[in-house]
């Protein structure tokens, strides 16, 4: 058998890095992308040491810039197969819907969702022409709960869900399969976006904001250890039998889906609320 190919965004760093490294101890031949090439030098540090090095190529792409798309399409027609692609690439935007722009929603969409698409329509007709491939989206908790102080990212990833959901029916007749990792609290840089915000102490919104950040730093120290999100990938990634469409997985994640789908609304906020306010 020829050796697999998987395609990873977003390589540099965070679950990218991790889900590189766990492919290639798969046996995977993996494209890491990432926007900027010369970031890779701890991925590489860290795919010697196991090594796996020489399974894995580093290629320029940023998934909002359409020149950047095009180009990478090249990279693409060099390969013997496309067997999986993993769209992790992404970004967590902080903040309150009022005191947030127009334009920041959509930067946020550009890099969670539409980078998404750009990437998967990019490697969707060498899936099909193949008859075979496995589209595995990085989602989130917050794909299936809301979180006030968030709702750039929450947006992001519920957008991202239902284009999933749809896909996964378009292309299944072609022999694709589309999978959602629906992770919870892990110990990356995804936060970064939330502990930047700067609200004002004049902001009606400035006490609300202390107590999201308070709470968000009080339960850092059990944030789950990312590598258990890249093993499921791989996991996903090599099994022979049809993924399932959701993997949630983290402290918590299953409970509080659970819930949601069993609490009448005005409970589950009044209990969000209550440990927020």
Not at 154 to 163: I, R, V
Request: proline share 5%.
């Amino acid at each position: 058998m020829s050796q697999k190919t998987a395609i990873v965004t977003g390589s540099s760093s965070g679950f990218g890095l991790l889900i590189v490294l766990a492919l290639a101890k798969k046996g995977f031949h993996v494209i890491a992308t990432m926007r900027d090439p010369s970031k890779a030098s701890l991925l590489l540090e860290e795919a010697q040491k196991l090594n796996v090095v020489e399974r894995i190529r580093v290629e320029p792409l940023d998934v909002t810039m359409k020149e950047s798309i095009t180009n990478f399409k090249l990279v693409l027609a060099e390969l013997s197969s496309i067997d999986v692609l993993v769209n992790n690439a992404g970004k967590a935007m902080g903040g309150f819907c009022e005191e947030l722009s127009v334009e920041d929603y959509r930067e946020q969409f550009e890099t969670n969702f539409f980078g998404v698409i750009a990437v998967t329509q990019a490697v969707l007709p060498f899936m099909r022409g193949q008859g075979s491939g496995r589209i595995i989206n990085i989602s989130s908790i917050s794909g299936r709960v809301g979180f006030p102080g968030l709702s750039p990212y929450t947006a992001s990833k519920h957008a991202l869900e239902g284009f999933s959901e749809s896909l996964r029916l378009e292309v299944k007749p072609f022999g694709i399969d589309v999978v959602l990792i629906e992770p919870g609290s892990y110990k990356t840089n995804i936060w970064t976006g939330m502990d930047q915000v700067d609200t004002k102490e004049q902001s009606p919104y400035y006490s609300f904001m202390r107590s999201l950040k308070k709470q968000i730093e009080s339960e850092k120290p059990n944030h789950g250890d990312p590598e258990a999100v890249a093993s499921l990938v791989a996991q996903v990634a090599s099994q022979k039998n049809t993924p399932d469409l959701r993997y949630p997985i983290g402290k918590g994640v299953k409970t509080n889906i659970h819930l949601k789908n069993l609490l009448p609304w005005k409970t589950l906020e009044s209990i969000i609320l209550k440990k927020l306010l």
